[in-house]
């Protein structure tokens, strides 16, 4: 049974740092690229990060130097570390199992405000 599961957010102040986990079950996250998104009110989702089967990073350009995608293959949890937070980060954070069989996680919301 798949499954996957984020947790980590929660409400911190503009340029803090916040770490998001996915842990996951069913099957190997090293089998598959695995990414992370979010989506704000009233906006579409947004791919963010992802990390490939071979350890291959990708970023969108609006988080690329402040946000790192990570996985420890031994747990099978993926993580993105966020630092230097912007409002505009607030949103709901899912990850996501690629492949012919997409899984969605249930997100975790972060919000970042004074």
């Known amino acids: 049974q798949v499954q996957v599961v984020e947790s980590g957010g929660g409400l911190v102040q503009p340029g803090g740092s916040l770490r998001l986990s996915c842990a996951t079950s069913?099957?190997?996250?090293?089998?598959?690229?695995m990414t992370w998104y979010r989506q704000a009110p009233g906006k579409e989702r947004e791919l963010v990060a992802g990390?490939?089967?071979?350890?291959?990073?990708n970023y969108a350009d609006s988080v690329k130097g402040r946000f790192t995608i990570s996985r420890d293959n031994a747990k099978n949890t993926v993580y993105l570390q966020m630092n230097r937070l912007k409002p505009e980060d607030t949103a709901v954070y899912y990850c996501?199992?690629?492949?012919?069989?997409?899984?969605w996680g249930q997100g975790t919301q972060v919000t970042v405000s004074s």
């Open positions: 996501k199992r690629g492949g012919l069989e997409p899984y």
């Open positions: 069913g099957f190997t996250i090293s089998s598959y690229y």
């Open positions: 990390i490939t089967s071979v350890g291959y990073t």
